[in-house]
């Protein structure tokens, strides 16, 4: 089993920046790929960054390219997502997630999620 907990989420205004972070414990916690995932009201639950088990591999949502970057410490069993240049419309609830090894887009695939973080990001 894997536990994690998001922390790092507020209030900023457009164009800042924040840093979640997600602190996993439990036997499989390092070799679980992890992913940040979020969902603002009345939309589905959106993919936003993946890392793999070792952090060789990243994936990023186009909407967050060049933007965010998603890195973890193993040692630490911590995944972060640095968030520069913040938009109105990254404003949601965001999720650590964490499955066996590999990253996927897709929420169903990952067996253990986070409480969620609320980033309000005003104009």
């Known amino acids: 089993q894997v536990q994690l907990v998001e922390s790092g989420g507020g209030l900023v205004q457009a164009g800042g920046s924040l840093r979640l972070s997600c602190a996993a414990s439990?036997?499989?916690?390092?070799?679980?790929?992890m992913g940040w995932f979020r969902q603002s009201p009345g939309k589905g639950r959106e993919f936003v960054a993946g890392i793999t088990w070792s952090g060789s591999n990243t994936d990023y949502v186009d909407s967050v390219k060049g933007r965010f970057t998603i890195s973890r410490d193993n040692a630490k069993n911590t995944v972060s997502l640095q968030m520069n240049s913040l938009k109105p419309e990254d404003t949601a609830v965001y999720s650590c997630a964490a499955r066996p090894y590999t990253v996927s887009l897709y929420p169903y695939e990952y067996t253990y999620w986070g409480q969620g973080t609320q980033v309000t990001v005003s104009s």
């Open positions: 439990g036997r499989a916690a390092s070799s679980s790929a």
